[in-house]
């Protein structure tokens, strides 16, 4: 697996896969290398799990062309270190000429409850001509969630710019449709 991500440091299943070994076998032990097994070693387990995991995506975020590990390593620290995460996931989207880290990055504030800080990456970041359609609909979602459907409105125009209309045909119909249904459910709209 480390050689898959030599070559390819955004291969999502070859870091899961070698994450998974790493977290099993860090909450199998202690900080001092001695197996936990008392219960209220419970919360040290997660941690040391946590800890390892992150180690592995710092040691793969090493490599200029890697955004996922980035994305891991942000999610690990959404709840406790605001700053760090937004600067991980900004890395991340410019480190990705396709989007697909943007998209995974906007997701992940969102599910923080954070879609203002989503907006502000996705507004900062989005190259509708370049990326993935996929990010307006994080951006659009988001707008709903910060209350800012003039917002969300203006990413499903900028959608025209991206070069497969017929390809993105469907998406704007479904985000046309998402931003009418919350328009209806906010008072005075």
Do not use: C
């Amino acid at each position: 697996m480390r050689s898959m991500l030599s070559d390819d440091p955004n291969n999502e299943r070859a870091f899961m896969a070698l994450a998974e070994i790493v977290r099993r076998r860090a909450a199998e032990t202690g900080p001092d290398g001695d197996p936990l097994t008392a219960p209220q070693d419970e919360v040290e387990r997660q941690r040391a799990a946590d800890l390892a995991v992150w180690a592995l995506g710092e040691e793969l975020a090493g490599n200029p062309r890697a955004w996922y590990p980035l994305i891991e390593v942000a999610r690990l620290s959404v709840r406790d270190d605001h700053e760090g995460t937004l600067r991980r996931l900004t890395t991340a989207a410019e480190r990705d000429p396709s989007g697909q880290a943007l998209v995974a990055g906007l997701a992940l504030l969102r599910s923080a409850g954070q879609p203002v800080e989503a907006l502000g990456l996705g507004v900062g970041h989005w190259r509708p001509r370049e990326h993935v359609p996929e990010v307006a609909r994080e951006l659009v979602l988001a707008s709903i969630e910060a209350g800012r459907p003039l917002e969300a409105k203006q990413h499903i125009a900028a959608l025209d710019l991206h070069p497969d209309r017929k390809a993105v045909a469907p998406l704007r119909e479904e985000l046309v449709r998402t931003l009418a249904e919350a328009e209806q459910s906010i008072p005075g709209t």
